[in-house]
Nanobody
């Protein structure tokens, strides 16, 4: 059973920074994609950033230049460094881990609240 444990959310003023962490545990295929999604009230969940086990990244235009995704493969951990935060970044942020090995595997964390005050 795979578990994802997130940490690092909180309340910050506009212009501030936060760093989210997500540690995965369990039986994990080494070739995978880890990422961060977010969901604001009344909106659909959206991709913020993803990173493959090889280090290739995909970052949403809305956060490009402000957010950086990275990972530690040895510890199955993914990070999201969020700088220059804006009120519109307020959302619940979810960690995701997925891979395909015959069957598709898709796991989610419990979510961590990020609130940016103006």
């Amino acid at each position: 059973q795979v578990q994802l444990v997130e940490s690092g959310g909180g309340l910050v003023q506009a212009g501030g920074s936060l760093r989210l962490s997500c540690a995965a545990s369990g039986t994990i295929f080494s070739i995978n994609v880890m990422g961060w999604y977010r969901q604001a009230p009344g909106k659909q969940r959206e991709l913020v950033a993803g990173i493959t086990s090889g280090g290739n990244t995909n970052v949403a235009d809305s956060v490009k230049g402000r957010f950086t995704i990275s990972r530690d493969n040895a510890n199955d951990t993914v990070y999201l460094q969020m700088n220059s935060l804006k009120p519109e970044d307020t959302a619940v942020y979810y960690c995701n881990l997925k891979w395909r090995r015959g069957t598709s595997y898709d796991y989610w964390g419990q979510g961590t609240q990020v609130t940016v005050s103006s």
